[in-house]
């Protein structure tokens, strides 16, 4: 096929605008070269893209098929042009990382502080996301490297292991729960929280699962840190849902108690996930293999 990206550009902006003509005014074309350039696409591939009719024209499955890929392709080009244009700037590396809120706050500041500081022209793009919506970045190409719970359904990545923790329930010493050794999430549900930010990837998943059981978690108050939440918690304005690790460094500085929670989805694998490792550029391979904590992480590497 020999398309290049003008006819990929065009044929999007047409299947955008439903018609030719307004796709051709978007790419300041005339409309009769527009018309040539799509019908020459559709001779090359052998089968039809658009159907046309009074209304305008609509993507057969042949032309839905080609807006995904063209997508895919102009993302790619834009976010080429981009990286060369930082070589300009002494930068060599541009790596978009999406993770989850457990993750972002609890294991990855260290090993990415390494990373940076051992890769001075290497920068990286890091965004909070839900597990689930991280798996369909990666998968799109919206981002390069996902870290995600392992319970996510993550067929055609390839995935690594990253960090096990676990969430858990935390009180202050006098709260009605406090000596509680297990309970489920459900049984708190009758408490007042303190939570994280509502754009937190972590509180959205809390609310839904509260939701799940026809109940709402009574947030009387969010803030931006696992931190913040275990200082409010000591001082007994509810309780809260932190991971492990921060329950263990906050309880050597606070009073608080720290309660197993039963659920399932309390144990937490957390792995990384990517469309392909040996697609990356180099210094993504390298974060990889550095955040996995292995030089063997390719050889290694499962296929979902």
């Not at 032309?63 to 895919?72: S, W």
Request: charged share 25%.
């Amino acid at each position: 096929m020999r398309f290049d990206l003008t006819d990929l550009k065009l044929f999007l902006h047409v299947v955008e605008a439903g018609s030719i003509t307004a796709g051709a005014e978007r790419m300041h074309l005339a409309v009769a070269a527009a018309s040539t350039r799509i019908r020459n696409m559709e001779i090359e591939l052998g089968t039809a893209l658009l159907n046309r009719d009074r209304q305008g024209v609509q993507p057969t499955p042949a032309g839905r098929t080609l807006v995904h890929h063209a997508r895919l392709m102009l993302q790619q080009a834009e976010r080429m042009r981009g990286e060369l244009r930082e070589y300009a700037d002494g930068l060599k590396g541009h790596i978009r990382l999406m993770s989850n809120t457990n993750a972002l706050t609890e294991f990855l500041p260290e090993p990415l502080s390494q990373f940076l500081a051992s890769h001075p022209q290497v920068n990286i793009d890091l965004e909070e996301r839900l597990s689930d919506e991280i798996v369909a970045a990666v998968a799109d190409g919206q981002a390069d490297i996902g870290i995600v719970a392992g319970t996510e359904d993550v067929s055609g990545l390839e995935v690594f292991p990253f960090r096990v923790d676990r969430f858990v329930l935390v009180t202050a010493p006098r709260h009605p729960l406090a000596a509680a050794g297990r309970i489920a999430f459900a049984e708190a549900l009758d408490c007042d929280f303190v939570g994280l930010d509502r754009t937190s990837s972590l509180q959205r998943f809390l609310s839904e699962k509260a939701e799940r059981t026809g109940r709402r978690l009574k947030l009387r108050v969010q803030l931006r840190s696992f931190d913040a939440v275990c200082r409010l918690v000591e001082c007994n304005v509810g309780v809260g849902i932190v991971p492990e690790t921060t329950a263990v460094r906050s309880m050597k500085t606070m009073a608080l108690r720290r309660i197993d929670l039963t659920d399932d989805w309390a144990l937490r694998n957390l792995t990384i996930c990517v469309r392909r490792l040996a697609d990356l550029p180099i210094h993504a391979q390298e974060l990889v293999r550095s955040l996995a904590g292995t030089q063997e992480t390719q050889r290694n590497a499962t296929h979902a």
